[in-house]
């Protein structure tokens, strides 16, 4: 296996466990927030590049306007 991928794969299991776990809910917005990026760093390294960008424009970004507000 590629060691991208696992570490990429382990990133993302952790933060979803963190954002499911956490109580306060900056920190779970920010936990979702990578795991999110980490999805498109998946798909990007699939070579899926449409829905890399799409996942990072509109679940990313979402999540971190969302944070703001």
Not at 16 to 37: E, K, Q
Not at 55 to 66: D, E, H, K, P, R
Request: aromatic share 8%; glycine share 4%; net charge positive.
């Amino acid at each position: 296996m590629d060691a991208a991928f696992v570490t990429i794969a382990a990133l993302i299991v952790i933060s979803a466990l963190a954002a499911m776990t956490l109580r306060i809910l900056v920190h779970c917005a920010l936990c979702l927030t990578m795991t999110f990026a980490g999805l498109a760093a998946l798909y990007l390294k699939l070579n899926a590049q449409f829905v890399g960008l799409a996942q990072v424009l509109v679940y990313v970004g979402a999540v971190a306007i969302l944070i703001v507000f």
